[in-house]
């Protein structure tokens, strides 16, 4: 989902004070802007299907892992 910058931390207050954790927060966050849609067009036409591809395998896989340990950490 595509989020503009300044409604990022709104939205995630609102997911929090529902009961959101904090470690799937942090990882939406990571994610979010990274795997805009604009976003992934733009480096799928500089860098072509197969880096694009890798490169959202690694934002996926890294940002969870970061949300995870976070999660973890601050219970």
Do not use: D
């Not at 805009?36 to 860098?47: A, D, E, F, G, T």
């Amino acid at each position: 989902m595509y989020f503009a910058t300044l409604t990022e931390v709104p939205i995630l207050q609102g997911l929090l004070g529902s009961g959101m954790g904090k470690g799937p927060a942090l990882a939406l966050l990571l994610a979010g802007p990274a795997l805009s849609l604009p976003n992934m067009i733009v480096i799928r036409q500089i860098m072509g299907t197969k880096k694009t591809a890798v490169y959202i395998l690694l934002v996926i896989i890294m940002s969870t892992l970061a949300g995870k340990i976070f999660g973890t950490i601050m219970g």
